[in-house]
């Protein structure tokens, strides 16, 4: 399986348009009209919606041409929702009530959090084996919540329910005995759970009902930081595994892995990555909030070093904003 080697940029050159290269050629595989113009609408030219996709698989490629984001976008703070949050906490993820989990690197004590009023509690604990323990992950669904930990002899993504503000281990996991450094996870549009393995190098494809079946969706990944789910249904992965830059890249199922669409600079350290309004947002421990318009534009900084260390991102329910998760607050960024 083999893996390109993205070509460092220095970061006033990520701020320009791309005219060609890999990221022009990648838009072409996955269908972008030739010679449309960025930021045109998906449709007829009266603004008509274009037509449902057909029924196919998670990660083929789109079947119709479409244009998905404006070469610019923009970013503003529109609230600060929580402030003084406990220290450590680096991952989120959100309940179908529309409220927040937030779980630490280390230790097992995940908080809760309501957007509305600001309110943090305690939820619980992780259910782990003795010794030191690192929380890789979280993800909710209708069903459950799924938290990917390494233990001191246990690597595993467990289940959880969450009622009446209690988390509580169901007994059951989606996957045991990974590797170290495996876990970071996403719901895909087939509703399956997506994982990675770490070092080995895999994305694995996952039914909670049924993790026996588990699959291998995708091989020949280095150092994965983020997945995400572009309106096409098409999986990004953000990965800085060549120790120069960090490639922002699409995957195909049973394809060697593409030419990367795009790098930043390794130095800033990716930590979580969403979609939203046909973007890929990923935030970094340099604090800065990479805009990568979807699906040929370059990347573009935001919010550069005025927060610190950004550690989660991801879509309000209305899929309107931006949650923010910072070292010591939670934001929510109108974004275009």
């Known amino acids: 399986m083999r893996r390109a080697v993205a070509v460092a940029a220095v970061l006033a050159a990520l701020t320009t348009a791309c005219a060609g290269g890999p990221a022009a050629d990648r838009a072409a595989q996955l269908g972008a009209a030739p010679g449309a113009t960025p930021g045109e609408a998906p449709g007829g030219p009266d603004g008509d919606p274009p037509a449902e996709p057909p029924d ?3 990660g083929d490629e789109p079947a119709d041409p479409v244009v998905i984001a404006p070469e610019h976008g923009t ?6 929702v929580a402030e003084d949050l406990p220290p450590g906490l680096r991952r989120a993820a959100a309940l179908p009530d529309g409220t927040l989990l937030l779980t630490p690197a280390t230790g097992g ?6 957007p509305a009023t600001g309110n943090l509690t305690a939820a619980g604990e992780v259910e782990s084996t003795t010794g030191e323990m690192t929380i890789v992950d979280i993800a909710a669904s209708e069903e459950a919540v799924y938290i990917a930990y390494e233990g001191a002899q246990s690597n595993r993504i467990s289940r959880y329910t969450y ?8 007994g059951s996991a989606a996957a045991r005995d990974l ?9 895909g549009p087939d509703g399956l759970l997506y994982a990675s393995t770490g070092p080995s190098g895999d994305i694995l494809r996952i039914d909670p009902a049924r993790p026996a079946g588990t699959t291998t969706f995708s091989t020949g990944h280095t150092d994965l930081r983020g997945l995400a789910w572009d309106p096409m249904g098409v999986l990004w ?7 120069s830059t960090t ?6 199922p049973e394809q060697p892995l593409p030419p990367a ?11 979580d990555v969403a979609q939203l309004a046909g973007s890929l947002w990923m935030t970094t421990t340099a604090g800065t909030l990479w805009r990568y318009p979807l699906p040929n534009a370059s990347p573009e900084p935001f919010l550069t070093d005025d927060l610190g260390p950004l550690t989660a991102v991801l879509p309000t329910p209305d899929g309107e904003d931006l949650w923010l998760l910072t070292e010591t607050s939670l934001l929510r960024l109108t974004v275009t």
């Open 56 to 58: 196919r698989e998670p």
């Open 261 to 271: 669409d795009t790098t930043v600079p390794a130095a800033e350290d990716p930590t």
């Open 237 to 243: 992965t953000v990965d800085p595994g060549n120790g």
């Open 75 to 80: 970013v503003a703070i529109a609230e600060t």
């Open 163 to 170: 009622e009446a503000g209690t988390l509580r281990p169901t």
């Open 179 to 187: 590797p170290r450094g495996a876990g970071l996870m996403t719901f």
């Open 109 to 114: 004590t995940v908080h809760h959090l309501d």
């Open 247 to 252: 490639d922002i890249s699409p995957v195909v």
